[in-house]
């Protein structure tokens, strides 16, 4: 095991209890607007499974909003191996979420088998579009091969808020500040058939999607007021 992969006090237990008193602080002084979340909600609440998905430094508001706004206790994500991965890790269980560990490299495929097994168990599922290492905003296939191998649909999301720091790592992480107003929004669910054998043109639609989502939320943030109209899907899919 490498210096950098040590697990130190700090990973296993004063980070993850530091972040989720901030994390449950924060995010309870914030207002919440969301947009089409309708298929999100009804999905859930009638206890059907999905995948959730979103770009690396988007993903933070999605466990306390899905433990605490909903009530809903049935997700699994997937972290690194990485000693950051151990602290998501325990930082999750405070949440009562589960998490598989891997990424693009490091234990991947036998993660997405893992998620895969989760998925089709009927937990929701959750990673990261653009992966562990990026490169930033740029859809990677893993998402599309659990839901093609799963049968679940893909939810498409993204969240901004008009008061927030960027942290200074690769992606560039999104952190809330206190009595912010956060804007949320979904694409409608994307669904993958088992047959199909090329998956770049869902790669692009999602990649379209999530710039959509993005500018979206950006707009809203600063004080706009966007008419909602996401591109249309080609019809091949």
């Known amino acids: 095991m490498s210096r ?30 969301l947009t089409n979340e309708q298929f999100f909600e009804q999905h859930c609440r009638a206890g059907r499974n999905a995948i959730f998905v979103s770009w690396h430094n988007r993903l933070l508001a999605l466990p306390y909003y899905y433990y605490y706004r909903y009530g809903f206790h049935n997700l699994t994500l997937m972290v690194s191996k990485s000693r950051d991965g151990e602290l998501f890790k325990r930082l999750m269980a405070k949440f009562g979420i589960d998490t598989v560990r891997g990424s693009a490299t490091r234990g991947g495929v036998g993660a997405m088998k893992l998620l895969i097994d989760v ?13 562990s290492k990026g490169p930033r905003y740029r859809v990677q296939p893993g998402a599309l091969l659990l839901a093609q191998m799963s049968g679940m649909p893909l939810i498409p999301l993204a969240f901004d808020i008009n008061r927030k720091i960027v942290l200074p790592t690769w992606d560039h992480m999104i952190m809330p500040l206190p009595f912010g107003h956060i804007y949320a929004a979904f694409a ?27 500018a979206f939320i950006a707009l809203q943030a600063r004080g706009e007021h966007p008419v909602w109209h996401p591109p249309a899907r080609p019809l091949v899919l």
């Open 4 to 33: 950098k992969d040590n697990i130190t006090l700090l990973h296993s237990h004063i980070g993850p209890n530091v972040i989720f008193g901030l994390m449950r602080g924060v995010f309870s002084t914030c207002r919440v607007a």
């Open 119 to 131: 998925a089709r168990s009927g937990r929701d599922t959750s990673l990261a579009l653009d992966g």
């Open 188 to 214: 409608n669910p994307l669904y993958v058939p088992r047959a199909a054998r090329d998956l770049t043109p869902y790669v692009d639609t999602l990649q379209c999607e999530m710039d959509y989502l993005c």
